[in-house]
């Protein structure tokens, strides 16, 4: 099985994917024309990102291509549908960056009161100031407002408390018994975390229901000179919106995430919050931690060797829920060379689309059962056609 790098990961990947018998190819810089043409080039069945995007163009490259894997949480830099339709697997890593994100939160959250990025520019540049960066209100018995109580957003909350910090959240899946282990404050909306907390900062994943969250009326909502950080997606915030809370309310913002983020590694860069002086940018780093890479390229490993084993998918995200399967047929038949393969052409015949399968063998493997999902229209000859083939034993049929 070969498998493509096209991003810079921990030099322990090599050496786990190798040492399982993979066949490795090392091209950390690709993007663009380059990512589609070694796609084109080395036919690989794994390909493993990080930040680089892979667009349908590079899905179609490989034929060969079978698992997408993302080192990282999020995967929307990767055209899932485009996958999915070509029957190629995408999988990523959550969980391993959680503590490298929340120390970068919190360090934009001492940073936004201390005024830290002014007051080390300045310091080189020969300029003292002091009158202006000894004014900080300081974080302890202040409120961070969390929206997103993952894993990322639970070592935030560890993190703050620690700073003696209250905490008010929202997250989707956050209950009260879950709001009282953490001892937090929930609340039932991220407008409502907004106008509680001195400082939002978000930990929700991309997703359509999550686009544009942090809009006018949550800004609208947010303390006059409140603290806003965003480190996981730049989908999620619209940016004009915040553009003018911090010219009407002076909010102030820490983003390691921002619309049109260059896909290269190295370049001159150009964004329009980035000469705002209420803003501070970042370099999309927050899973930059050796701890972190460490723990990703484990798992990326993880699920590499793991399919080329056993053809499972660890983390898998682009699986279907619920097939569309409207019936079920269950076929008892003697193990027998053959069987399921009539049984399969009598449903081609009768127009069923099969959804999904599983034959299980009983013990000393004399009969089986195979448990079908499909979807068409039930014809009951067709059925009765089934039962009477060679080997089977029993045929049952249900609605879904």
């Given at each position: ?70 080192a990282g949480a999020g995967y929307d830099t990767i055209d899932v549908e485009a996958a999915s339709a070509a029957g190629v697997f995408v999988a990523n890593c959550p969980g391993k960056n959680a503590v490298a994100v929340a120390e970068l939160a919190i360090g934009m ?95 929700v994943a991309a997703a359509p229901d999550t686009h544009k969250l942090a809009n006018a009326a949550f800004f609208g909502a947010m303390k006059p000179g409140a603290f806003f950080i965003n480190t996981t997606r730049a989908s999620v915030v619209d940016e004009e919106a ?72 660890h983390n898998c995200v682009n699986l279907a829920v619920q097939s569309p399967a409207t019936h079920q047929l269950t076929v008892r038949h003697q193990d027998r060379v053959g069987v399921l393969a009539t049984v399969l052409d009598a449903m081609r015949s009768a127009g ?49």
């Open positions: 099985m070969r498998v493509l790098l096209a991003d810079k990961l921990s030099d322990q990947v090599l050496s786990l994917l190798t040492g399982a018998g993979l066949t490795v190819i090392n091209e950390p810089k690709l993007s663009g024309e380059a990512l589609t043409a070694a796609l084109a080039q080395h036919a690989p069945h794994v390909l493993v990102v990080r930040s680089t995007k892979v667009l349908a163009a590079d899905i179609a490259a490989s034929s060969a291509l079978e698992l997408i894997v993302r959250l001492l940073s936004l009161d201390r005024l830290l990025p002014d007051n080390v520019m300045d310091a080189r540049q020969g300029v003292w100031n002091k009158n202006r960066y000894s004014k900080a209100a300081g974080l302890k018995g202040r409120t961070l407002g969390v929206i997103g109580v993952g894993n990322i957003g639970a070592e935030v909350i560890v993190r703050a408390q620690a700073l003696d910090m209250h905490i008010v959240a929202w997250s989707r899946s956050l209950t009260d018994e879950r709001a009282r282990e953490l001892g937090i404050l929930r609340v039932d909306s991220p407008i409502e975390v907004a106008a509680q907390a001195d400082a939002v900062t978000l930990h915040l553009s003018s809370a911090i010219r009407d309310k002076g909010i102030r913002a820490f983003l390691d995430v921002f619309s049109d983020e260059p896909s290269f590694k190295e370049g001159a860069f150009s964004h329009a919050l980035a000469d705002n002086p209420s803003v501070y940018l970042s370099h999309h780093i927050g899973a930059s931690t050796a701890e972190a890479q460490e723990a990703i390229a484990e798992e990326a490993a993880r699920i590499i060797t793991g399919y080329a084993a056993s053809g499972e998918v069923w689309n099969i959804q999904e399968m599983e034959n299980v063998i009983f013990d000393g493997a004399k009969a089986a059962c195979a448990y079908i999902r499909f979807d068409g229209n039930v014809d009951t000859p067709v059925v009765d056609r089934i039962s009477e083939l060679e080997h089977v034993l029993a045929v049952s049929l249900i609605d879904l």
